[in-house]
């Protein structure tokens, strides 16, 4: 009997009128696609974080490994103990490629400034690399607030309207409504904010890559143009262990008379 009485009385409870889902029924086709293009910021934001932040940390893993090309007896033997694709590579292939054509040209052009502007182009197509996808978070932290600012408006005007077609400011007919604007305005600001400050650390990182860079190709300019007589002091190369030593066997104990 008792049971039958909580169906009964569950099934004679109201219906939730406020909740999430309600709210944006309220709002009809505007709200949903506002809260489209929210969600569409927001993953792509997310999805450009996580990318350029690979992206970033093999660079600065390529970084470390560019040590050794200071090691080798030269710089084309160095260049082949960093990987292909390696950023450091890239500059290196580059200045090697310029010297070579250097004494191609009819014109005469000073060593220093051809490689200099060599280089440098190799480092900018580096840095645009690493800037790809920037400009969307710095649109999306920006742009955020007012989409949800739009919706906003839209559901304080939709409560306005039936405000005035019920002649009274009643709870159930503004609830839906101003439960739309401020959800909207919360939905802009979540997708805004960590936007910005995956633009900023993103750009931090970036920065220092680009120092990094700077610093390698202008070791390998003065190398070029020393001959190999300037380049930067490096540690040695780290010794490999020696293989542990077998333990030693226990003597055998002397035989009992």
Excluded: C
């Excluded at 009643?170 to 305005?185: H, N, Q, R, Y």
């Excluded at 190999?228 to 542990?244: D, F």
């Amino acid at each position: 009997m008792s049971i039958e009485m909580i169906i009964a009385a569950a099934a004679d409870a109201p219906a939730n009128k406020f909740g999430f889902i309600e709210a944006m029924e309220q709002g009809g086709p505007i709200a949903w696609a506002i809260l489209g293009v929210l969600v569409i910021q927001s993953v792509g934001s997310f999805y450009i974080l996580f990318t350029k932040l690979m992206e970033q940390n093999k660079v600065m893993k390529q970084a470390k490994e560019a040590q050794a090309v200071w090691r080798a007896n030269g710089l084309a033997e160095g260049a082949k103990k960093l990987d292909k694709n390696s950023a450091y590579r890239q500059l290196l292939d580059d200045g090697l490629e310029a010297r070579k054509h250097h004494g191609e040209l009819s014109d005469p052009v000073e060593a220093h400034d051809w490689l200099h502007g060599a280089m440098a182009r190799s480092e900018e197509s580096i840095n645009d690399k690493l800037a790809g996808g920037l400009p969307f978070l710095a649109t999306v932290g920006a742009t955020a607030p007012f989409v949800g600012l739009l919706g906003t408006v839209v559901g304080i005007y939709r409560a306005l309207i039936k405000i005035g077609l019920a002649g009274q400011a009643s709870l159930d007919a503004v609830a839906g409504p101003v439960g739309e604007a401020l959800i909207m305005t919360a939905i802009g600001l979540f997708v805004a904010v960590p936007a910005v400050f995956a633009y900023n650390w993103l750009q931090s990182r970036n920065k220092s890559i680009a120092r990094s860079l700077s610093a390698f190709s202008n070791d390998v300019l003065g190398y070029i143009t020393s001959d190999g007589k300037v380049k930067p002091a490096v540690t040695a190369a780290p010794a490999a262990r020696p293989a542990a030593k077998p333990a030693a066997k226990p003597a055998a104990a002397p035989a009992k008379k």
